[in-house]
C-alpha cells in the first residue's frame, strides 16, 4: 500500500449527469476526508469519516453531493446533477486514528469538468 | 472561525536564492501545522508537520517555524532550485478538544524559480 488512490484521475461530464469518484485510502488509516480545491484558491473541507461513520460534513456539500464510506474502507463521493460550479479537483486524504501525531496524506485528486 | 492567510501569493526568485514564505492564521487554538507542496494539476505532498508544542521542524533544505500565540509559520527553502516551483500550502488543524479534525488552508503560495 504506497498511498491514497484516488479514480479516475479526470473525469468530463455534461450539465445534469451524475458522477461518482473513488478514494482508496492507506489500509491502516482510520480517517477519511474529502476537499474540493478551485482553481487558485486552497482545498476547502466537504466531510470526514472515522471508519464507516460520517462525523461532519460542510455547508459547502449540498444535498446534491453524497459521501459513503461502506465497512470503513474506500470511500465515493457522488454529485448528482452537475452543475458548471462543480467543477474542481476533488481530494481524497486520510490519517491514522491513535495518537493523532500523524499528518494527513493526500491523494492526486480526481478533476472534474462540467460542461 | 478560522481564517488562513498566506502572503505573497506569488514569489519569483533566481535559482540559489533562499525562499521565505509567509503563514498565517486568526485562532491560535490549533493541534497542529502542516506545509504542503502542489505540483500544477496534481494533488498535495506533505512537507512539513508541526505540533502546536513544536517550534520548527527540519528536513533537508526544508525548514517551518511556528509561532502559535501570534499565529504565524513560516516556511523555509534554502539554495533555491528550479524544481522547487510549485504552490505551497499551508494547512492548520483544529485543537483536538474541537469537534471534527478539518483542515483549514491557506490560499498558497505560487513559487517560480529561475534557473
Known amino acids: 500500500d504506497t498511498g491514497v488512490s484516488q479514480n479516475p484521475r479526470h473525469k468530463i461530464t455534461k450539465r445534469g449527469q451524475n458522477v461518482t469518484f473513488r478514494c482508496d485510502p492507506i489500509s491502516e488509516h482510520n480517517r477519511l476526508y474529502w476537499y474540493r480545491q478551485t482553481l487558485g484558491q486552497g482545498p476547502e473541507f466537504l466531510t470526514y469519516?472515522?471508519?464507516?461513520?460520517?462525523?461532519?460534513k460542510s455547508r459547502l456539500l449540498s444535498d446534491r453531493f453524497s459521501a459513503e464510506r461502506p465497512k470503513g474502507s474506500f470511500s465515493t463521493l457522488e454529485i448528482q446533477r452537475t452543475e458548471q460550479g462543480d467543477s474542481a479537483m476533488y481530494l481524497c486524504?486520510?490519517?491514522?486514528?491513535?495518537?493523532?501525531?500523524?499528518?494527513?496524506?493526500f491523494g492526486s485528486g480526481t478533476r472534474l469538468t462540467v460542461v | 472561525k478560522q481564517e488562513v492567510t498566506q502572503i505573497p501569493a506569488a514569489l519569483s526568485v533566481p535559482e540559489g536564492e533562499n525562499l521565505v514564505l509567509n503563514c498565517s492564521f486568526t485562532d491560535s487554538a490549533i493541534y497542529n501545522l502542516q506545509w504542503f507542496r502542489q505540483d500544477p494539476g496534481k494533488g498535495l505532498t506533505s512537507l512539513l508537520l508541526?505540533?502546536?508544542?513544536?517550534r520548527e521542524q527540519t528536513s533537508g533544505r526544508l525548514n517551518a517555524s511556528l509561532d502559535k500565540s501570534s499565529g504565524r509559520s513560516t516556511l523555509y527553502i534554502a539554495a533555491s532550485q528550479p524544481g522547487d516551483s510549485a504552490t505551497y500550502l499551508c494547512?492548520?488543524?483544529?485543537?483536538?478538544?474541537?469537534?471534527?479534525?478539518?483542515?483549514?488552508f491557506g490560499g498558497g503560495t505560487r513559487v517560480l524559480v529561475k534557473p
Open positions: 494547512a492548520v488543524r483544529r485543537g483536538v478538544k474541537a469537534a471534527g479534525n478539518k483542515l483549514t
Open positions: 469519516f472515522q471508519n464507516e461513520a460520517q462525523l461532519e
Open positions: 486524504a486520510s490519517s491514522p486514528d491513535v495518537t493523532d501525531n500523524y499528518g494527513y496524506t
Open positions: 508541526i505540533q502546536s508544542s513544536q
